[in-house]
């Protein structure tokens, strides 16, 4: 994919999101089956092409466990804390947590986040993941872009565009 399909390709996500007390919920269908979809949440070699999240083993099991964004990265606490088939998983990812639940091509994104005002900032970040993890999923040669890459893919525009719809301040440009 050239940068302006995968921009454009992120623009054109339909995302829903909503913000509950204690959670930040994101929504979304995605090319594939439920199959593909958990696959590429649980299996570190398939993570490790779309997400910021690269555990050090699959994620299918209860247990403690590090994951780093780059081999070099410094590891974060990634604890799978509750998995229920083939289709939710709930794990620690720092002082947050993440469950994700496939429904068919549907995937949705409940984090518990350790710093509230800090949601529109992950929902531009996990935007960007989940339209690189669509393109994959349609067989789209696109590689991950995670961290400061995501400033050159829109990443600031999400943010904004999040911090309106959830009515939340927007944070200062990174």
Request: contains cysteine; charged residues 25%; proline residues 7%.
């Amino acid at each position: 994919m050239t940068a302006s399909d995968i921009d454009q390709r992120i623009a054109d996500l339909p995302v829903a999101v909503d913000l509950t007390e204690d959670a930040v919920i994101l929504e979304v269908d995605l090319a594939g089956t439920a199959e593909q979809i958990w696959a590429h949440l649980t299996d570190p070699e398939l993570l490790a092409t779309w997400s910021p999240i690269v555990p050090e083993r699959p994620m299918t099991e209860v247990g403690p466990m590090l994951s780093r964004e780059t081999p070099e990265a410094d590891p974060v606490t990634t604890d799978v804390l509750a998995t229920a088939g083939d289709h939710a998983l709930s794990h620690r990812w720092g002082e947050d947590v993440l469950e994700w639940l496939v429904d068919e091509a549907r995937l949705t994104l409940m984090m518990k986040v350790a710093a509230p005002q800090d949601a529109p900032t992950y929902l531009a970040s996990w935007h960007v993941c989940l339209a690189v993890l669509d393109a994959r999923l349609e067989g789209l040669g696109q590689d991950r872009i995670v961290g400061r890459e995501a400033l050159e893919h829109g990443w600031e525009e999400l943010r904004s565009r999040y911090a309106d719809e959830l009515d939340l301040p927007d944070q200062p440009a990174v």
